[in-house]
Protein backbone atom coordinates (compact mmCIF):
# COMPACT_ATOMS: atom_id res chain seq x y z
CA UNK A 1 0.00 0.00 0.00
CA UNK A 2 1.45 3.23 -0.79
CA UNK A 3 2.58 6.11 1.91
CA UNK A 4 -0.69 8.35 2.87
CA UNK A 5 1.43 11.64 3.77
CA UNK A 6 -0.48 14.91 4.79
CA UNK A 7 0.81 17.80 3.99
CA UNK A 8 -0.15 21.58 5.96
CA UNK A 9 0.26 24.33 3.55
CA UNK A 10 -0.02 22.17 0.21
CA UNK A 11 -1.30 25.00 -1.72
CA UNK A 12 1.34 27.17 -0.63
CA UNK A 13 4.73 27.54 -2.73
CA UNK A 14 7.05 24.66 -1.05
CA UNK A 15 3.87 22.59 0.26
CA UNK A 16 1.97 22.75 -3.71
CA UNK A 17 6.00 21.56 -5.38
CA UNK A 18 6.29 18.58 -2.73
CA UNK A 19 2.45 17.78 -2.86
CA UNK A 20 3.48 16.96 -6.60
CA UNK A 21 7.02 15.45 -6.31
CA UNK A 22 5.39 13.05 -3.43
CA UNK A 23 2.05 11.83 -5.88
CA UNK A 24 4.99 11.25 -8.38
CA UNK A 25 6.54 9.03 -6.18
CA UNK A 26 3.36 7.31 -5.69
CA UNK A 27 2.33 8.69 -2.64
CA UNK A 28 -1.34 9.87 -1.64
CA UNK A 29 -1.61 13.29 -0.47
CA UNK A 30 -4.12 15.28 1.22
CA UNK A 31 -3.06 18.72 1.44
CA UNK A 32 -4.40 20.98 3.93
CA UNK A 33 -4.88 25.33 3.42
CA UNK A 34 -6.80 27.80 5.05
CA UNK A 35 -5.88 29.76 1.33
CA UNK A 36 -4.75 32.72 3.46
CA UNK A 37 -1.72 33.11 1.37
CA UNK A 38 -1.56 29.76 -0.31
CA UNK A 39 -3.54 29.52 -3.63
CA UNK A 40 -6.06 26.32 -5.01
CA UNK A 41 -4.73 27.48 -8.27
CA UNK A 42 -1.01 26.19 -6.90
CA UNK A 43 -2.71 22.16 -6.77
CA UNK A 44 -5.38 22.72 -9.40
CA UNK A 45 -3.56 20.51 -11.95
CA UNK A 46 -3.25 17.99 -8.85
CA UNK A 47 -7.34 18.28 -8.79
CA UNK A 48 -7.75 15.10 -11.30
CA UNK A 49 -5.43 12.76 -9.81
CA UNK A 50 -7.49 10.40 -7.27
CA UNK A 51 -4.62 10.05 -4.94
CA UNK A 52 -4.66 13.58 -4.09
CA UNK A 53 -7.18 15.39 -2.17
CA UNK A 54 -7.77 18.90 -1.19
CA UNK A 55 -9.16 20.15 2.25
CA UNK A 56 -9.85 23.88 3.09
CA UNK A 57 -8.90 24.18 6.68
CA UNK A 58 -7.20 26.07 9.47
CA UNK A 59 -4.81 24.19 10.96
CA UNK A 60 -4.50 26.17 14.54
CA UNK A 61 -8.39 25.68 15.04
CA UNK A 62 -8.06 21.87 14.15
CA UNK A 63 -6.81 18.72 11.69
CA UNK A 64 -9.49 16.29 11.02
CA UNK A 65 -8.91 14.12 8.66
CA UNK A 66 -9.77 10.00 8.64
CA UNK A 67 -8.03 6.71 7.94
CA UNK A 68 -4.34 5.60 8.88
CA UNK A 69 -1.86 8.73 7.72
CA UNK A 70 1.99 7.61 6.90
CA UNK A 71 3.29 11.03 7.08
CA UNK A 72 2.73 14.85 8.55
CA UNK A 73 4.62 17.58 6.67
CA UNK A 74 3.97 21.28 8.15
CA UNK A 75 4.47 23.68 6.03
CA UNK A 76 1.18 25.94 6.61
CA UNK A 77 2.44 29.41 6.88
CA UNK A 78 2.92 33.31 5.72
CA UNK A 79 6.43 33.13 4.96
CA UNK A 80 7.33 36.61 3.42
CA UNK A 81 8.25 39.76 5.51
CA UNK A 82 5.04 41.44 4.02
CA UNK A 83 2.96 38.32 4.84
CA UNK A 84 3.90 38.44 8.43
CA UNK A 85 3.59 42.09 8.76
CA UNK A 86 -0.35 42.29 7.60
CA UNK A 87 -0.85 38.60 9.61
CA UNK A 88 1.22 38.89 12.82
CA UNK A 89 -1.09 36.85 15.13
CA UNK A 90 -2.31 34.27 12.19
CA UNK A 91 1.80 34.05 11.84
CA UNK A 92 2.78 33.27 15.47
CA UNK A 93 -0.51 30.95 16.03
CA UNK A 94 -0.02 28.81 12.69
CA UNK A 95 4.07 28.05 14.11
CA UNK A 96 2.44 27.73 17.66
CA UNK A 97 -1.14 25.84 18.19
CA UNK A 98 -0.93 24.91 14.46
CA UNK A 99 2.90 22.74 15.29
CA UNK A 100 0.87 21.25 18.37
CA UNK A 101 -1.95 20.41 16.27
CA UNK A 102 0.14 18.64 13.61
CA UNK A 103 1.77 17.03 15.98
CA UNK A 104 -1.10 15.66 18.27
CA UNK A 105 -1.81 14.41 15.04
CA UNK A 106 0.84 12.60 13.93
CA UNK A 107 1.38 11.39 17.26
CA UNK A 108 -2.10 9.83 17.49
CA UNK A 109 -1.71 7.92 13.82
CA UNK A 110 2.38 7.15 14.44
CA UNK A 111 3.23 8.79 11.40
CA UNK A 112 6.24 10.45 10.79
CA UNK A 113 6.64 14.38 11.74
CA UNK A 114 8.58 17.03 9.28
CA UNK A 115 8.31 20.71 10.45
CA UNK A 116 9.18 23.33 7.90
CA UNK A 117 11.54 25.89 9.72
CA UNK A 118 13.64 28.55 8.60
CA UNK A 119 17.44 30.22 8.65
CA UNK A 120 15.05 33.06 10.26
CA UNK A 121 15.82 30.98 13.34
CA UNK A 122 19.61 32.68 12.94
CA UNK A 123 18.04 36.05 13.32
CA UNK A 124 20.74 38.68 12.02
CA UNK A 125 23.57 36.09 11.86
CA UNK A 126 26.64 36.70 14.52
CA UNK A 127 28.03 33.25 13.08
CA UNK A 128 28.87 33.09 8.88
CA UNK A 129 27.90 30.62 7.14
CA UNK A 130 24.76 29.50 9.36
CA UNK A 131 25.43 25.74 11.20
CA UNK A 132 23.08 24.46 12.93
CA UNK A 133 24.82 24.82 15.83
CA UNK A 134 24.52 28.17 15.79
CA UNK A 135 21.60 29.36 18.44
CA UNK A 136 21.03 32.39 16.45
CA UNK A 137 20.25 36.15 16.93
CA UNK A 138 16.58 37.08 16.80
CA UNK A 139 14.70 40.09 18.43
CA UNK A 140 11.56 38.55 20.03
CA UNK A 141 9.95 42.00 19.54
CA UNK A 142 10.40 43.16 15.76
CA UNK A 143 8.37 43.25 13.09
CA UNK A 144 10.16 39.88 12.04
CA UNK A 145 9.56 38.27 15.80
CA UNK A 146 6.29 36.58 14.93
CA UNK A 147 7.86 34.73 12.26
CA UNK A 148 10.84 33.99 13.83
CA UNK A 149 9.87 33.15 17.21
CA UNK A 150 6.96 30.88 16.02
CA UNK A 151 9.39 28.75 14.08
CA UNK A 152 11.58 28.81 17.02
CA UNK A 153 8.58 27.71 19.23
CA UNK A 154 7.93 25.45 16.58
CA UNK A 155 11.36 23.45 17.01
CA UNK A 156 10.80 23.62 20.55
CA UNK A 157 7.63 21.79 20.82
CA UNK A 158 8.74 19.13 18.00
CA UNK A 159 11.75 18.23 19.63
CA UNK A 160 9.50 17.59 22.79
CA UNK A 161 6.92 15.48 21.43
CA UNK A 162 10.29 13.32 19.81
CA UNK A 163 11.53 13.39 23.40
CA UNK A 164 8.23 12.71 25.44
CA UNK A 165 6.08 11.05 23.10
CA UNK A 166 8.73 9.53 21.10
CA UNK A 167 7.18 10.71 17.89
CA UNK A 168 9.82 10.03 14.83
CA UNK A 169 10.13 13.82 13.94
CA UNK A 170 12.00 15.59 11.65
CA UNK A 171 13.50 19.48 11.26
CA UNK A 172 14.25 21.04 8.12
CA UNK A 173 15.71 24.64 7.93
CA UNK A 174 14.94 26.02 5.09
CA UNK A 175 17.13 29.13 3.41
CA UNK A 176 15.52 31.28 0.68
CA UNK A 177 14.28 29.34 -1.74
CA UNK A 178 12.55 30.56 -5.29
CA UNK A 179 10.78 29.11 -8.48
CA UNK A 180 7.58 28.72 -10.20
CA UNK A 181 4.32 29.45 -8.08
CA UNK A 182 5.89 32.69 -6.06
CA UNK A 183 3.39 34.69 -5.88
CA UNK A 184 3.75 38.36 -7.91
CA UNK A 185 2.94 40.09 -5.23
CA UNK A 186 4.70 38.14 -2.72
CA UNK A 187 6.88 41.28 -1.92
CA UNK A 188 10.11 39.25 -1.51
CA UNK A 189 13.21 40.04 -3.62
CA UNK A 190 12.67 37.78 -6.43
CA UNK A 191 8.97 37.87 -7.27
CA UNK A 192 9.82 41.95 -6.71
CA UNK A 193 12.43 42.17 -9.21
CA UNK A 194 11.16 39.87 -12.03
CA UNK A 195 7.64 41.77 -11.66
CA UNK A 196 9.64 45.31 -11.81
CA UNK A 197 12.21 44.24 -14.39
CA UNK A 198 9.31 42.93 -16.60
CA UNK A 199 6.99 45.73 -16.17
CA UNK A 200 10.36 47.73 -16.93
CA UNK A 201 9.32 49.68 -13.81
CA UNK A 202 12.97 50.37 -10.85
CA UNK A 203 14.08 47.61 -9.17
CA UNK A 204 13.81 48.27 -5.41
CA UNK A 205 17.24 47.62 -3.44
CA UNK A 206 16.76 47.53 0.33
CA UNK A 207 19.33 49.26 1.52
CA UNK A 208 22.74 49.98 0.08
CA UNK A 209 21.91 45.96 -1.81
CA UNK A 210 25.25 44.79 0.25
CA UNK A 211 23.11 42.42 2.28
CA UNK A 212 23.77 38.78 1.07
CA UNK A 213 21.35 35.93 0.22
CA UNK A 214 21.44 32.37 -1.20
CA UNK A 215 18.83 31.19 -3.08
CA UNK A 216 17.87 27.57 -3.90
CA UNK A 217 16.17 26.34 -6.66
CA UNK A 218 12.56 24.62 -5.39
CA UNK A 219 13.14 21.30 -7.02
CA UNK A 220 16.74 20.70 -4.84
CA UNK A 221 14.75 22.06 -1.44
CA UNK A 222 12.13 19.33 -1.98
CA UNK A 223 14.91 16.97 -3.06
CA UNK A 224 16.56 17.36 0.55
CA UNK A 225 13.34 17.41 2.46
CA UNK A 226 12.09 14.29 1.11
CA UNK A 227 15.87 12.79 1.66
CA UNK A 228 15.28 13.91 5.47
CA UNK A 229 11.56 12.71 5.66
CA UNK A 230 13.01 9.40 4.81
CA UNK A 231 16.12 9.34 7.25
CA UNK A 232 16.51 8.36 10.79
CA UNK A 233 17.38 11.99 11.44
CA UNK A 234 16.10 14.16 14.43
CA UNK A 235 18.22 16.96 15.01
CA UNK A 236 17.40 20.52 12.55
CA UNK A 237 19.12 20.20 9.03
CA UNK A 238 19.67 22.77 7.04
CA UNK A 239 19.03 23.08 3.47
CA UNK A 240 20.19 25.77 1.01
CA UNK A 241 22.38 26.57 -1.52
CA UNK A 242 25.44 27.98 -0.20
CA UNK A 243 25.71 30.20 -3.58
CA UNK A 244 26.08 33.45 -1.77
CA UNK A 245 25.17 37.09 -3.50
CA UNK A 246 24.50 40.47 -2.41
CA UNK A 247 20.88 41.82 -3.34
CA UNK A 248 22.21 44.40 -5.86
CA UNK A 249 24.31 41.77 -7.52
CA UNK A 250 21.31 39.52 -7.23
CA UNK A 251 18.98 43.00 -9.22
CA UNK A 252 21.50 43.16 -11.64
CA UNK A 253 21.41 39.49 -12.38
CA UNK A 254 17.75 39.98 -12.95
CA UNK A 255 18.02 43.07 -15.32
CA UNK A 256 20.47 41.27 -17.08
CA UNK A 257 18.65 37.89 -18.11
CA UNK A 258 15.21 40.00 -18.51
CA UNK A 259 17.00 42.29 -20.94
CA UNK A 260 15.35 44.99 -18.89
CA UNK A 261 15.41 48.75 -18.86
CA UNK A 262 14.84 49.12 -15.54
CA UNK A 263 16.95 51.06 -13.02
CA UNK A 264 17.69 50.18 -9.87
CA UNK A 265 16.38 52.73 -6.96
CA UNK A 266 17.31 52.40 -3.49
CA UNK A 267 14.81 52.19 -0.51
CA UNK A 268 14.75 51.86 3.30
CA UNK A 269 16.05 48.64 4.58
CA UNK A 270 13.57 46.94 6.66
CA UNK A 271 13.77 46.32 10.47
CA UNK A 272 16.21 43.74 11.33
CA UNK A 273 16.49 42.82 7.68
CA UNK A 274 19.45 40.06 8.20
CA UNK A 275 22.72 41.14 6.88
CA UNK A 276 24.49 37.90 5.79
CA UNK A 277 22.92 34.76 5.41
CA UNK A 278 24.97 31.21 4.11
CA UNK A 279 24.03 27.92 5.50
CA UNK A 280 26.10 25.69 6.38
CA UNK A 281 25.28 22.51 4.67
CA UNK A 282 27.43 20.26 5.45
CA UNK A 283 25.44 17.82 7.54
CA UNK A 284 22.78 17.42 4.93
CA UNK A 285 25.90 16.21 2.42
CA UNK A 286 26.89 14.05 5.50
CA UNK A 287 23.42 12.80 6.66
CA UNK A 288 21.28 12.76 3.78
CA UNK A 289 23.91 12.52 0.84
CA UNK A 290 22.00 15.85 -0.46
CA UNK A 291 23.53 18.54 -2.77
CA UNK A 292 22.04 21.78 -4.58
CA UNK A 293 21.98 20.83 -8.21
CA UNK A 294 20.40 24.05 -9.97
CA UNK A 295 23.32 26.92 -10.08
CA UNK A 296 21.18 30.22 -9.89
CA UNK A 297 21.99 31.00 -13.53
CA UNK A 298 19.57 28.07 -14.61
CA UNK A 299 16.92 28.13 -11.56
CA UNK A 300 16.55 31.70 -12.75
CA UNK A 301 15.68 31.12 -15.95
CA UNK A 302 13.16 28.64 -15.28
CA UNK A 303 11.44 30.91 -13.14
CA UNK A 304 11.54 33.60 -15.67
CA UNK A 305 9.27 31.36 -17.61
CA UNK A 306 6.67 30.93 -15.16
CA UNK A 307 6.71 35.33 -14.44
CA UNK A 308 6.45 35.68 -17.63
CA UNK A 309 3.95 33.32 -18.96
CA UNK A 310 2.12 34.18 -15.16
CA UNK A 311 2.31 38.08 -15.77
CA UNK A 312 0.65 37.86 -19.18
CA UNK A 313 -2.44 36.06 -17.56
CA UNK A 314 -2.40 38.68 -14.49
N1 LIG B 1 14.77 43.15 -0.77
C1 LIG B 1 15.05 44.20 -1.62
N2 LIG B 1 14.05 44.64 -2.45
C2 LIG B 1 12.82 44.11 -2.47
C3 LIG B 1 12.54 43.03 -1.61
C4 LIG B 1 13.53 42.57 -0.77
O1 LIG B 1 16.18 44.73 -1.65
O2 LIG B 1 11.97 44.60 -3.26
C5 LIG B 1 15.86 42.66 0.10
C6 LIG B 1 15.47 42.48 1.56
O3 LIG B 1 15.60 43.68 2.28
C7 LIG B 1 16.45 41.41 1.98
C8 LIG B 1 16.67 40.57 0.71
O4 LIG B 1 16.23 41.39 -0.37
O5 LIG B 1 17.69 41.98 2.35
C9 LIG B 1 15.87 39.29 0.70
O6 LIG B 1 14.56 39.63 1.04
P1 LIG B 1 13.34 38.61 0.96
O7 LIG B 1 12.13 39.34 1.42
O8 LIG B 1 13.34 38.01 -0.38
O9 LIG B 1 13.71 37.44 1.96
P2 LIG B 1 14.31 37.42 3.45
O10 LIG B 1 14.59 38.83 3.93
O11 LIG B 1 13.27 36.74 4.24
O12 LIG B 1 15.55 36.66 3.27
Known sequence: MSERVVVTGGAGFIGSHLCE???AQGASVICVDNLLTGAEENVAHLRANPAFEFVRQDVTLEIRIDGPIDAVLHFASPASPIDYLEFPIQTLKVGSLGTHKALGLAKARKARFLQASTSEVYGDPLVH???????GNVNPVGPRGV???AKRFAEAMTMAYHRAHQVDTKIVRIFNTYGPRMRLRDGRALPNFFTQALRGEPITVYGDGSQTRSFCYVSDLVDGILRLLRSGEHDPINIGNPDEVTILQFAREVIALTGSRSEIQFHPLPTDDPKVRQPDIRRARERLGWEPRIPRAEGLRR???????RMKRA
Open 21 to 23: TLL
Open 129 to 135: PQTEEYW
Open 147 to 149: YDE
Open 303 to 309: TLEYFRE
